[in-house]
């Protein structure tokens, strides 16, 4: 189906990359490392499905990092200081940054502005939003913190699948079966297609583009509280860069940038070799960190190349057809 | 429309259409009459008002004056998705569909099948199959629209519209891009839908095309309406002449009588010129001191013609001469080398820079051929600029004021100064007096027999014949992409160049053989 050979090579680049790690250090191929990787990429997961709708529709959400950022510190204020529930934290949290997405995407589609600009500028505004609530780190010791912690389901071989990655999971299977099978997902593949043929044809491209951006920044919200939980704490340096990793992630999972094809399954599998790399590096121990950024440079490099390449393979033969008639 | 005696109901009425753009008059109150269950060519030259009467109609433009009546009952869609619900549907010369999506899904965008909040992917698919099946195709539905041909697109692009209730279907240029086959294709399922008793606007300046697929024919010229003709009653000469001519009768006359003097020595001369694809191999002289002017049918290859000899299009053959020392013509800078200038007929996307000012415009191409070390001063420009102004009257006279506030002749003028100002030795004027208004009309004629009496070489594009008549001293006549008749002299009246236009293609091959 659409956009399957570049999410086979990231499959083939993930599992391959797996193979290589484990021949030179066997104990990573266990459910312990494994179960470690998904947790610490849960927020990273929940986040880049969000980017992926984004991206796939023709846009980017550069805000999605400061939005998590934002979260952490509005939850640890809010139950530390002010009081208020857990619960209620969240859903406040939630409501807010969905607001805030929508907001985004109104401006975009009402001015008709490029959404890098509008979402650079969601970004600083949520980062320094975050400072002005504190610029400390605020550790959180609510109980309910402490249990959602130690949940876990054991699998075999004694790894643990934790409840964040278990709430990551069910946000990327909801995100593969909203794009594949809903009328909304559809619209979102029209919309990177072209909003001016996408309107043309019916779609109505102003309440999609409010929407994909709301539920970009929901997600991100939701990554922001599983960070939260990941760090027991809320800091409003968190997060830093994180809307750059989930591009990275998107992109390596066979998500053409400039819209139109794509899948949630590829940016899965993108935030997995992303984390498989950092394993890796702490297996070794004796490479910098600052290798796994390095590793997906490298990789990025290498996936827009053979992007480019199969677009212009599929090109070909339409630029042959439209030069024998002119 | 059950209750209607007569025969062919008129299913699309459009009565006294004006629009204006700026000072512009696109179209001067344009009847139009649709009736169910024909095919209609729309014809005119570019600029006719072909597209600017379709935009009105399916409401993209508004329009200033006139009424729609879609079965009767009137219409005034405000977008071309009102239209489109309305029960009217365009389909372009570039398909409005998205490539990325399957075909499925484009068929049945934002209304496809629906269960518990879920597409139902299979049932689409099997409706989607079942649609193309009635259009003759039997393709994979869930392969992505793009990887299929720009006919199989069209079809699927027609299908969306008829499924979605059309009862007015216009293609806009549909055949251009098709080959022989897909086009037997295309007038099969246009047949096959006109006999479902949907209207069909057809838009094509291939005549042989119009011929063979439509019942009527309604033409405009100038964004007024010509005429409308049964198809199978209308001469292609008689034609022809609704698309060229004005008041041909007495133009006739009315050539200068400029003609008279000595040939003066060859400028630059072209010899086998062509390019695959593009204009068949051709042989043209140009002189010193006249005007040849280039003539024929909307895609004759006029333009491609002046684009080869402007070395904007590279020829794959021939020999180009200036000043009889061979040369080679690779890019537009060899051109402004060799003292070529080129005004292309889009103004606005190929010539001026609406943005800048009017001296900043003349200078433009002056400055180029300099090349940036050697840059024009301040007092340079303004001297240039002041002298153009004068010279060609450009009104208002204020160099610093920018070109997209002048009018389309004015703009013209400023287009002209910017290649005057190089001191070209050849001028290519393409349609130099499309979109202007009567009076700067008289005034842009005058400036090219100015030129020529100069000494400059010009050749001219004009899809007004009478126009051509009046200043050229030979006139290349074209016909599908080849050059076919070089009139002279007494020769040169309107006459002659319909019926070399007009000319039916196997006749004169055997006249030549």
Redesign the interface.
Known sequence: ??GLPPVLITAIVLVAGFALCALQFPNIASTRVVGNLLTDNAFLGIVATGMTFVIISGGIDLSVGSVIGFTTVFVALAIERWGVPPLVAFVAILALSAAFGAAMGAIIHVFDLPPFIVTLAGMFLARGASFLLSTESVPITAPVYSTVSDFALRMPGGGRLTAIAIIMLAIVIGGVLLLR???F???V??L???RA???????AVGKMTVKIYMLSSLLAGIAGIVFSFYTSAGYSLSAVGVELDSIAAVVIGGTLLTG??GSVIGTFLGVLIQGMIQTYINFDGTLSSWWTKIATGVLLFAFIALQQGLVAL?RRP?AK?????? | MENSLDPAPSLLEVRGISKSFGAVRALQEVDFTLRAGEIHALLGENGAGKSTLIKVITGVFPRDAGVVRLGGEEVAPRS??AA?QAGIATVYQEV???????VA??LF????P?RF???R?GEMRRRAKALLTEFGLDIDV?A?L?NY??AIQHVTAIA?AVDLSARVLILDEPT????RHEVEILFGIMRQLARRGIGIVFVSHFLDQVYEISDRITVLRNGRLVGERETASLPRLELIRMMLGRELAETTGARAAANDRPPREICASFENYGKA??VAPFNLELRHGEVVGLAGLLGSGRTETARLVFSAERADGGQAKVEGASVRLQSPRDGVRHGFGYCPEERKTDGIVAELTVRENIVLALQAKRGLHRPLSRREQDELARRYVKMLDIRPPDAERPVGLLSGGNQQKVLLARWLATAPRLLVLDEPTRGIDVGAHAEIIRLIRELCDDGLALLVISSELDEIVTYSDRVVVLRDRAHVEELSGEAIDVTNILAAIAADGAAMQEARA
């Open positions: 189906m659409k099978l809903t009328r997902g559809a619209n593949y029209a990177g297609g072209g043929t996408a309107s043309l044809m019916g779609v139109g094809q599929a339409a057809r439209a030069g024998a008639v002119s | 071309a998705k489109l409005n569909l998205l490539p990325n999506l399957s899904q484009n965008l934002d209304r496809q629906m909040g879920i597409v992917e869930a992505p793009g041909s720009i969306r251009a891009s098709l080959d694809g593009y």
